[in-house]
């Protein structure tokens, strides 16, 4: 007869995050890391545990480190010897017994120098990575999305395949897709987007994105199935630019339109700011207004400069130069007073950023070229933008022309006029101190402007 009684397993092994670390010599004990608040599920990467922050303290330097899945790499790079170490991947090496891998943020690696954390910070510097920085990062999908466009051939396929790559978003269109034919049609996903429209198609995927990083929640369906979003009115500033540069016959949209998505990006965070709304999106105008004239004026004068290296460029990065004031005021209340009163008194600039440094800890212009490096597709313009003001910081760099062309270009939309004059005065209003070690012929720039409408 047949022996019924089932076999004995194995005893179940402890998953490896319960696993005791191997004992270490005295001298080897590392200080107990110190937990941080987990990361959101949409920082998973690969499907697996939620990433978590720990911070190992030695002194008074402090190290914020990320741990993600076990096949990441940092970029397109393997892990270092000392990387490796710390995941504890490296036999008999001081570490972690942990087989995740080790992802150290750029902004952490600035703390972890040995006297950062003795410097206060403004209260407006961390809120502004408390309240901004996490809804201004832009997905996978929208990343994609932009890229596509970037391409002067981009096509149904290429748009369709970022779709295909995630359920949610592919699920999304054709339900949107079918709220417009008003019934449900077999039809592929390429034939879906040529016929919504390969820039309503971009539209569509990047406002529901915001509206889902910046609330929190899935955009709903009305009742008769329709999105309860407009893409269009989301999207107005990234809309805006991109039919300017169209209508001009001017090139690269594609970064114009990413430019103009910061706009939408602060302008849905403004409109959630009870008894500030109506002012915030005044000001988020005014500040469009000027950067486009700064932009319009930089597309024309860069014609007088024979060998410039970033013309792809210059447009967005005068659009974006005076974000980092939106973002001030979003998070500090009396910024827009401060604003009105600079104003009022028609204060020089030097004056307005040393009050306004005074006043607030940092300058605007911080914060522009903190947005350029969160959004991602601006990081090669970062350091001009946050340079602006002071070009002549960045004479040993390849970023010294494209700072100095944003902050002409300012200049000269700040005091627009009209001259034929070598000895007007206006001339000196446009090239500053600031601009001393910038070669450019003043009279050409003359003759460019004199052929401008007035802006």
């Not at 002409?408 to 005091?415: E, K, S, V």
Request: glycine letters at 6%; a positive charge.
């Amino acid at each position: 007869m047949t022996n019924s009684t089932p076999p004995k397993l194995p005893p179940k092994k402890k998953p490896p995050s319960e696993v005791a670390p191997p004992l270490l010599k005295p001298a080897q004990q590392p200080v107990a890391p110190k937990i941080i608040k987990p990361q959101t599920a949409n920082n998973q990467i690969g499907g697996g545990t939620a990433p978590f922050k720990v911070t190992l303290s030695k002194g008074s330097v402090k190290s914020g480190l990320v741990f993600n899945d076990p096949e990441r790499k940092i970029g397109n790079k393997p892990l270092s010897d000392a990387a490796k170490a710390l995941a504890g991947k490296v036999p008999g090496k001081l570490g972690i017994n942990d087989e995740r891998v080790l992802e150290i943020p750029p902004e952490e690696k600035a703390f972890a120098i040995p006297g950062i954390r003795d410097v206060v910070m403004p209260k407006i510097f961390g809120d502004f990575f408390d309240k901004i920085v996490p809804k201004l990062t832009l997905p996978s999908t929208s990343r994609a999305i932009l890229e596509a466009f970037s391409n002067i051939d981009v096509t149904a396929e290429r748009v369709g395949n970022v779709l295909q790559n995630n359920a949610y978003y592919e699920y999304t269109f054709f339900r949107f897709l079918e709220s417009l034919l008003k019934e449900q049609r077999t039809m592929s996903l390429e034939k879906g987007i040529v016929l919504v429209g390969m820039q309503n198609a971009r539209n569509l995927i990047i406002a529901v994105q915001m509206y889902r990083s910046i609330t929190g929640k899935h955009p709903g369906w009305d009742k008769d199935q329709k999105l309860v979003i407009v893409p269009k009115e989301i999207l107005k500033y990234a809309i805006k630019t991109e039919e300017f540069i169209t209508s001009s016959k001017g090139q690269y949209s594609d970064t114009a339109y990413a430019a103009g998505l910061v706009f939408d990006f602060l302008a849905f965070i403004a409109s959630g700011i009870e008894g500030l709304k109506s002012r915030l999106l005044d000001y988020i105008e005014l500040v469009y207004k000027h950067s486009l004239r700064s932009a319009v004026v930089a597309v024309e004068v860069v014609n007088t400069l024979p060998n410039f290296g970033f013309h792809k460029y210059l447009f967005s990065s005068c659009l974006l130069h005076d974000v980092g004031k939106i973002v001030m005021a979003i998070l500090d209340e009396n910024y827009l007073g401060f604003i009105a009163e600079q104003r009022k008194h028609e204060c020089p600039r030097a004056v307005r950023q040393f009050i306004e440094k005074e006043a607030f800890g940092l300058e605007h212009q911080i914060f522009s070229g903190l947005i350029c490096h969160y959004l991602g597709v601006f990081r090669p313009v970062e350091k001009a933008v946050t340079f602006h003001h002071n070009p002549f910081l960045l004479r040993r760099s390849n970023s010294f022309q494209l700072a100095s062309m944003v902050c002409l270009a300012t200049n000269i939309a700040n005091n627009f006029k009209k001259t034929d004059k070598a000895d007007d005065p206006v001339l000196k209003a446009w090239k500053g101190i600031e601009l001393r070690d910038f070669n450019i012929d003043l009279r050409s720039v003359m003759a460019v402007i004199n052929k401008l409408p007035q802006i």
